[in-house]
């Protein structure tokens, strides 16, 4: 018998104040942070208790109830996880210096610079997100450009950095200035907490 018992996801505290961010508001961090974030948890939930509920027997490829779910779980559970590493990797200075990251950034662009180059013109050309993610693989750091959350990533890649580019990210602050935007958030990284994350999954 399928074990029916769910595992309600919860939504996840900022580990800074939300005035705390250097360019980025205290009102874009509370309403992407309390209510755009929060909006995927509540989904992803409702989701997950909605297929434990569903009769699977009416399963179709062009059109069913199983197929809606199954898509919107995805879009669901990564806009759930990339927001959850979005804020916890902010709060910081930007500097990446004597980072294992740093050297591994280093060793693959050539310089923190070159990397930097990289992330903002895959930010910029990316329609969801950018995310720096470590895929074990190849062993390799990836720049990966989503044009929506459950697409543009690889399986079993870990996402480290992942920079949320929707309008709703910056709009408020920056207005159509997506490249100052992606300048602030570099400037907000908290590398050590990047450092930890990517420890957990190099090898």
Not at 81 to 92: D, K, N, R, T
Not at 145 to 166: E, I, K, M
Not at 171 to 189: E, H, M, P, T
Request: charged residues 20%.
């Amino acid at each position: 018998m399928q074990d029916k018992t769910l595992i309600m996801h919860q939504h996840q505290p900022l580990s800074f104040a939300p005035e705390a961010l250097s360019g980025i508001s205290a009102r874009t961090t509370e309403i992407h942070h309390g209510k755009l974030y929060a909006g995927y948890v509540t989904k992803r939930n409702e989701v997950e208790s909605a297929m434990a509920e569903l009769d699977k027997a009416s399963a179709n490829q062009i059109f069913s109830a199983w197929r809606g779910l199954k898509e919107g779980e995805t879009f669901a559970a990564n806009g759930m996880i990339l927001h959850e590493v979005f804020f916890a990797i902010l709060g910081g200075s930007g500097d990446a210096t004597g980072t294992a990251v740093a050297a591994k950034i280093t060793e693959q662009w050539g310089s923190f610079e070159s990397f930097v180059t990289e992330f903002t013109a895959t930010a910029m050309a990316a329609r969801g997100w950018a995310i720096l993610a470590y895929d074990p693989s190849d062993m390799k750091l990836h720049i990966f450009a989503a044009d929506a959350q459950n697409q543009g990533g690889v399986w079993g890649a870990t996402p480290l950095v992942p920079c949320d580019v929707y309008e709703h990210a910056y709009f408020i602050d920056f207005g159509s200035d997506r490249k100052a935007y992606i300048a602030a958030f570099l400037q907000n990284v908290n590398w050590q907490e990047v450092d930890r994350r990517f420890a957990l999954v190099a090898r």
